[in-house]
């Protein structure tokens, strides 16, 4: 063999083991969005694991359920206890809060809950998880604190904080304590919390009081707009897009959602379009459907898909909102679409779980 022979050899070999090192580096540098993205239907940006009684489905029946239709899912319990108190409803023991009188309460053990289940699971299987604390009670000015301590205590689980609420239907009267307000500075002082830390904030609050009378400025929507405007660094979910059962879009929500939209400080606030009521809205007419996916087609970074399924049984039930939108899932551009079902949750969830990854490294011995 002489040289030049030699020389060719080594290099052959020397390309084979490039392109082997390059195919390496690729397949474990591609993180489980981009490599699974196209292989599920959506990203959930809103799903409770656990019901008003703190009890739901198992996590890993749960995966099971997500299979291969759900890619990641924001993961929470809720907040909220219903009292099973007996001198109202003796043995009839209340699963949801329109089932009794007895009040709600803040239940911060959901928080160690969520936590522990996600725990439970594979490194991989976590990642396909980004866990919520709920646990708090956003008119406490100590709210904050439980936030921190919930961090220290499960550092590297958590991405965002919600859904919490702060007015809606039927809740928020009967929550023992004080009524929750968007102009309570213990919430300001938890979103400048969660704003330092880098956690994503779903927010649930009715733009609207039920049965409210026609042609009156909706009740909550100015103390809204406030609200996200104090907080400009904040990376908000608006729940709902601030509809509810019974609190209708009004006449105007198209115009406050695009006054939102179109303003150059509150770039920092989403809507989610979870919920069936909502999807009932939407899909009510060819009409509102045409009208909502126009909206979404022409802003599509600021709108999120998530079902709002509490522990459902099997996938049929967890499916359902999604099968609700089929008319208007056929209406959105490809691009609109593709945001909306995935990238614009892989985009907020991403970058908080780096923020709130680098906060802990600093902040958690
Ligand atoms: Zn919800």
Known sequence: MNFSHKSANYLRNLRMLFAISLALLLASSSTFAQKDSDEYLFNDSHFHLTNYIQEG????????????????????????????????????????????????????????????????????????????????????MYAADHIRRVLKAFPGVFTGI??????????????????????????????????????????????????????????????????????????FIWAHIGVGRIIRPVKDQAAIVEEIINDPKLSNVHF????????????????????????????PNRFLFGTDEVAPADQDKYLKVYNQYEPFWKLLTPEAGEKVRKKNYERIFDEARRKVRSWEAAHVK
């Open 162 to 235: 919600g859904e919490f609420s702060i007015h809606k239907e039927f809740v928020s009267a009967k929550i023992a304590g004080e009524v929750a307000s968007l102009q309570d500075q213990a919430l300001d002082r938890l979103l400048d919390f969660a704003t330092e830390v880098g956690l994503v904030v779903l927010i649930h609050n009715d733009v609207d009081v039920p049965f409210a009378k026609p042609g009156v400025e909706p009740a909550y929507a100015a103390q809204m707009k406030a609200l996200f405007r104090r907080h400009p660094n904040t990376t």
């Open 57 to 140: 489905t198992d996590i890993h029946d749960f995966l099971k359920i997500m299979g291969n239709k759900a890619g990641r899912v924001a993961l929470f319990g809720i907040p909220l206890q219903q009292q099973w108190s007996y001198r109202v409803d003796e043995n009839r023991r209340p699963t949801y809060y329109l089932n009794s009188d007895a009040p709600l309460y803040y239940y911060s053990f959901t928080d160690a809950w969520i936590a522990t289940a996600y725990k439970s699971l594979s490194k991989q299987d976590q990642a396909r998880f980004d866990p919520m604390i709920t646990g708090f009670n956003p008119t406490d």
């Open 272 to 299: 989610d379009i979870s919920w069936d009521e909502v999807a009932k809205y939407i899909v009510a007419t060819p009409e509102s459907t045409k009208h909502g996916a126009e909206m979404v087609n022409r802003y």
